[in-house]
């Protein structure tokens, strides 16, 4: 199988396979459609390799019926490949930001207690794949500090995948990040009023 090359190769003292083995941390934003689909894609690859993944699913509704969960489920259970397990932490759709009723948690605080148990996992080394779903909305609104998520994954032990997907991932996040793919739209069904449909939206 061919093998893409690198155009530069720093001067960084590492070899070839030091470099190529190194964590990354990948960002998927942008108004297009496609940024969870690749990253629950990335997670099926990462699966395949035999690795351990934590999907830590913010902001969507954990009512909502993802696909890629019951796939991703079925097979980390299947003992073929890596275990797989789905965190589901937020509280409704990002545009639709529902008030809680009395004496239930807010979302902020439910979304800084998913983030708290990111902190933990990473700390543990208890996945090789993460899937931060939706996470770059919460940097975005302030809910958690993007100063804080940096260090965090500057500072994560071992070798641990992080991909954060959601729109308007915060500058100082992207420019720390390896990987940022910034999903455009040319087209979308939505334009001529059509709705979300099964087998495509979820």
Do not use: C
């Not at 980390?76 to 589901?88: D, F, I, L, N, Q």
């Amino acid at each position: 199988m061919p093998q893409g090359k690198p155009d530069v190769v720093p001067d960084d003292g590492l070899t070839t396979r030091q470099r190529r083995n190194r964590p990354l941390v990948m960002v998927h934003t942008g108004i297009g459609k496609g940024k969870s689909t690749a990253a629950f894609g990335m997670a099926l690859r990462a699966w395949n390799q035999g690795w351990p993944v934590g999907v830590f699913q913010f902001v969507k509704s954990a009512k909502w019926k993802v696909g890629e969960e019951n796939a991703l489920k079925v097979l980390g259970a299947s003992g073929e490949g890596g275990t797989v397990h789905w965190h589901k932490m937020g509280e409704g759709w990002s545009w639709i930001q529902r008030p809680t009723a009395e004496g239930e948690q807010s979302h902020e605080d439910k979304a800084r207690e998913g983030w708290e148990q990111v902190k933990r996992d990473l700390a543990a080394g208890t996945y090789r794949f993460y899937v931060l779903d939706e996470f770059a909305y919460l940097l975005h609104w302030g809910w958690i500090d993007t100063a804080e998520v940096i260090e965090v994954l500057r500072d994560r032990p071992g070798t641990q995948h992080v991909v954060i997907t959601g729109r308007n991932a915060p500058r100082e996040l992207q420019e720390f990040a390896d990987l940022v793919t910034d999903m455009s739209k040319v087209r979308h069904p939505m334009d001529a009023g059509q709705k979300g449909q099964r087998g495509i939206e979820w």
